[in-house]
């Protein structure tokens, strides 16, 4: 079974940019589809981006896209998600999921597997 940490949030001014890193233990993540979700409290966890375990598909939430990139490192077992021109309402805590299917999955309840989550402030 798969382990999930993230880390790599902070404080950051508007129009910033933070480099989140995911890294997988217990299993080999190329075993694995990847996501990114948000949340803040009050509200849903929110999909931000998601990569496949084959061929390195991707997808994006509107609200991200051009923005984030999702991204893989299979021999380092580790997913990252690089934030620019980061906005007040990027503010949430991060999490990493991962699952077994394939293609891209951007819905929460499709992840089994969950890291703690790292907290990204976007404030002036």
């Known amino acids: 079974q798969v382990q999930l940490v993230e880390s790599g949030g902070g404080l950051v001014q508007p129009g910033g940019s933070l480099n989140l890193s995911c890294v997988a233990s217990?299993?080999?993540?190329?075993?694995?589809?990847l996501g990114w979700f948000r949340q803040v409290p009050g509200k849903e966890r929110e999909f931000v981006a998601a990569i496949a375990r084959e061929r390195g598909h991707t997808f994006y939430a509107d609200s991200v896209k051009g923005r984030f990139t999702i991204s893989r490192d299979n021999a380092k077992n580790t997913c990252y998600l690089q934030m620019h021109s980061l906005k007040f309402e990027d503010t949430a805590v991060y999490y990493c999921?991962?699952?077994?299917?394939?293609?891209?999955?951007?819905?929460?309840?499709?992840?089994?597997?969950w890291g703690q989550g790292t907290q990204v402030t976007v404030a002036s």
């Open positions: 217990g299993a080999n993540l190329d075993d694995y589809g």
């Open positions: 999921g991962a699952h077994t299917g394939w293609g891209v999955m951007a819905q929460g309840p499709w992840y089994p597997y």
